[in-house]
């Protein structure tokens, strides 16, 4: 009964945009280490984990062009500066992230509700992406060696855990709540009886 | 599109709110790339004067600059910091000064660009992908549903944290970030329903 | 006045949770529907939000066939949506776009081309509903009157035929869900409305009753609504 059409996907798109940004938004979850951490990258692998390598490519991008003219880049900070800093990395690698993180949940997706299992594709996709391009540009943007890049970035590494396990635990339920969310293109019986 | 409740677009008819958004955008890449490519005392010199003068031409208000660089001032001076310790004064201003000047920069673009006429130069950009199945009106209606949706998922996130807080979760982000994100699917359903209702689907 | 023909329809929805076994949502159904004014009543979950959805396409049946003025619904959804306008019970669902104006310009996208001569058409169309002072307005500080006021503003702004209206009234408060209902009734459209206000399905022309997915009573609304609350106890 339910279908897939091209609107409800579209709907998606935008409204996980605009969650990401109203992620990015809301204040820094504070933490004993000094380092704040704000919900942007929880934002980017859940649109992933939750909507699939497409969709979750397509909206983290949208996200990110918006942001070019609003401020909902972290810390309500306005947008297209950041290209032109050294968080450029991080931004750049969001969609990619977002994407290899649906792509590996929605290729078990009857997996889509175990935690241990998203919790692990949101954690390899943030190691494989964001960890890498985000360090790169900081070297070059900020004149630092890669050994230096990378151990600032190593500052984000008990945040991100933490945050992928937040991650985890609302996509399980979300599929739960929702389970053809992760569903094939309108199923083979829709398409039958709309043929016949 | 008529202005968005959200944006640090400011209406004027400088040279810069006049110029293709398309030609804002290479400026600042090329600029940006000059920084790093040219990296030297001239350069950021060069840049800051130059960042300064098109904050003037294009009538960016001093808060809203200052505003720009509040975001940013504890990793510039942190960064400005590092740098003078490593490598000395002069190098920490030549990295942090044409950073600052491509933020300048940057605000130049965010206040002279509206939201619509960003819309429509990626709708514009889009045309030739028709072929290949792009929809340049969806993408635009994505634009829309985006802005639109911010305040109201802000306005869920609100209910749902004061939910959680009234049974003592307040601690607890999964409390209230699951109800709010199946809120939103719930919602972005709901919007997919309407829009199909309205005929948005059919084209 | 047009005509909706439901011939030997059935929906049946997969359970959430998976694979488990379908739930019939609505048993085989016949009708023909050619009154000016219809009221769908019935419990909560009874199945005439799944009535009404299928109307203009929202949902498919699953076996069976859905016609508006002889059009299938689930071959010709383009005109038939062309033709069925629908209401929503929440407005903040059906509005989309950011301001008033340009939630109204949407729907008159077909009608009038050019950026300028749509706003300008769409704030014709907020003048006659008495909303031209809220054009400018961000849609999400409207309270909720306001809000289903124009989302049936956006969906009369393309003059459908038949508006098929579902709960609209159900999340306002009296005085609003009362302006709503004199609207909706007044209008000189073809009106499926899905309600739990049995007194606007009394000043319909006909009611169906609906309860666990099957249409147990249809006739006049008197009759009807009688039996609804005989029912309920």
């Not at chain 1, 935008?14 to 979850?29: E, R, W």
């Not at chain 1, 977002?98 to 290729?107: Q, S």
């Not at chain 2, 200052?66 to 960064?79: N, Q, W």
């Not at chain 3, 081309?113 to 300008?120: L, M, N, S, V, Y």
Request: glycine share 8%.
């Amino acid at each position: 009964m339910t279908r897939r059409t091209p609107t409800t996907d579209v709907a998606l798109i935008a409204g996980f945009a605009a969650l990401i940004a109203v992620c990015a938004i809301l204040p820094d979850i504070k933490t004993g280490i000094g380092v704040p951490y704000s919900l942007q990258t929880f934002g980017v692998l859940l649109t992933g984990a939750v909507l699939g390598p497409v969709r979750g490519f397509l909206s983290v991008s949208l996200y990110l062009v918006a942001g070019l003219v609003l401020p909902i880049y972290s810390g309500g900070a306005s947008g297209i500066s950041h290209y032109s800093g050294v968080t450029a990395g991080y931004l750049v690698a969001f969609p990619i992230a977002a994407a290899l993180c649906g792509f590996l949940v929605y290729r078990n997706r009857h997996n889509a509700t175990q935690f241990a299992f998203v919790f692990t594709c949101g954690l390899l996709s943030s190691f494989l992406v964001v960890h890498t391009l985000g360090p790169l540009n900081l070297a070059w943007r900020a004149d630092l060696s890669l050994k230096e890049a990378f151990s600032f970035d190593a500052a984000y590494f008990p945040g991100d855990i933490a945050k992928n396990v937040v991650m985890a635990l609302v996509a399980t339920a979300v599929h739960r709540a929702f389970p053809d969310l992760a569903a094939r293109k309108r199923s083979a019986e829709v398409e039958a009886t709309s043929a016949a | 599109m008529t202005a968005s409740p959200l944006g640090d677009y400011q209406p004027g008819t400088s040279v810069f709110h006049r110029l293709p958004v398309g030609a804002k955008l290479l400026g600042l890449l090329v600029l940006s790339v000059v920084a790093v490519a040219f990296r030297g005392v001239a350069t950021t010199g060069g840049l800051l004067v130059l960042a300064v003068a098109c904050c003037m031409v294009a009538g960016v208000r001093l808060g809203r600059a200052a505003r720009a660089l509040r975001g940013v001032v504890v990793a510039m001076t942190l960064l400005a910091a590092y740098q003078t310790w490593q490598r000395g004064a002069e190098h920490a201003f030549v990295v942090v000064g044409a950073l600052v000047a491509l933020l300048l920069l940057a605000t130049v673009f965010t206040t002279t660009t509206s939201v619509d006429r960003m819309v429509d130069a990626i709708t514009r950009w889009l045309e030739p992908l028709r072929r290949f199945g792009v929809k340049p009106e969806l993408v635009a209606l994505a634009f829309s549903l985006m802005i639109r949706g911010i305040p109201l998922t802000l306005a869920i996130a609100g209910e749902t944290r004061d939910a959680a807080r009234a049974r003592g979760l307040e601690r607890n982000p999964r409390a209230y970030l699951t109800p709010l994100v199946i809120r939103v699917v719930a919602h972005a359903r709901a919007t997919g329903d309407a829009l199909h209702a309205r005929g948005l689907g059919d084209e | 006045m047009s005509r909706i023909e439901l011939d030997r329809v059935v929906v049946r929805a997969a359970t959430p949770g998976g694979p488990a076994p379908e739930v019939t949502v609505l048993q085989e159904t016949t009708l023909d529907l050619a009154e000016q004014r219809i009221a769908l009543i019935g419990p909560n979950g009874s199945g005439k939000s799944t009535l009404a959805r299928l109307v203009n396409g929202l949902v498919e049946p699953t076996t069976g066939r859905v016609t508006v003025d002889g059009l299938d619904v689930a071959r010709k959804g383009r005109e038939v949506r062309r033709r069925v306008g629908f209401v929503f019970t929440d407005p903040s669902a059906q509005l989309v776009m950011p301001t008033v104006v340009e939630d109204v310009a949407l729907s008159l996208r077909h009608q009038v081309r050019g950026r300028e001569e749509r706003a300008a058409a769409a704030r014709s169309v907020l003048a006659s509903y008495g909303l031209e002072e809220l054009a400018d307005r961000s849609v999400h500080t409207l309270s909720g009157g306001q809000r289903q006021l124009l989302a049936l503003a956006g969906v009369l702004a393309t003059d459908p035929a038949v508006l098929v209206a579902d709960e609209p009234t159900t999340l306002l408060d009296l005085r609003n869900a009362r302006m709503i209902g004199d609207l909706l009734l007044g209008l000189p459209q073809q009106l499926v409305l899905a309600t739990h206000d049995l007194e606007l399905a009394l000043r319909c022309e006909r009611a169906l009753l609906i309860d666990d997915g099957a249409v147990v009573a249809d006739g006049s609304p008197t009759e009807v609504v009688d039996h609804y609350r005989a029912s309920a106890g």
